[in-house]
């Protein structure tokens, strides 16, 4: 790499690189980055299409999330402290769970709270 260094007072103060290899390093600093954002999303979840679409048809999202994580009535009722009948109810829509219930079965499920919501 051909580079001029550019003093002020004694010390470097700017370096000039020809515009060929500026354009060469800028374009391996953008391949760098885009190395970096897809090894980002590569640590996101996703969800399959079913998944979504069971959520948009209106399905109760505990039991979709309960399903996913290939979870029992009985082993996510067992996990959060509570009933298989209870957990039954709540994702029939016949009970509205509690606060700290909804935060019991989302850490359960590794979701947010809002994602079981109804």
């Given at each position: 790499?051909?580079?001029?260094?550019?003093?002020?007072?004694?010390?470097?103060?700017?370096?000039?690189?020809?515009?060929?290899?500026?354009?060469a390093?800028?374009?391996?600093?953008?391949?760098?980055?885009?190395?970096?954002?897809?090894k980002?999303?590569?640590?996101?979840?996703?969800?399959?299409?079913?998944?979504?679409?069971?959520?948009?048809?209106?399905?109760?999202?505990?039991?979709?999330?309960?399903?996913?994580?290939?979870?029992?009535?009985?082993?996510?009722?067992?996990?959060?402290?509570?009933?298989?009948?209870?957990?039954?109810?709540?994702?029939?829509?016949?009970?509205?769970?509690?606060?700290?219930?909804?935060?019991?079965?989302?850490?359960?499920?590794?979701?947010?709270?809002?994602?079981?919501?109804?």
């Open positions: 790499m051909t580079v001029q260094i550019i003093e002020s007072n004694g010390k470097p103060a700017f370096a000039v690189v020809p515009m060929r290899e500026w354009e390093l800028l374009s391996k600093l953008e391949n760098l980055q885009d190395i970096a954002d897809a980002a999303v590569l640590n996101e979840e996703t969800f399959p299409a079913e998944f979504a679409d069971r959520l948009l048809n209106g399905e109760s999202p505990l039991k979709v999330w309960r399903e996913y994580r290939a979870k029992t009535l009985q082993t996510l009722a067992d996990e959060c402290g509570v009933t298989r009948q209870m957990l039954s109810m709540v994702e029939g829509g016949k009970a509205k769970p509690s606060s700290d219930l909804l935060a019991r079965l989302a850490a359960a499920l590794g979701c947010e709270m809002d994602d079981i919501h109804t």
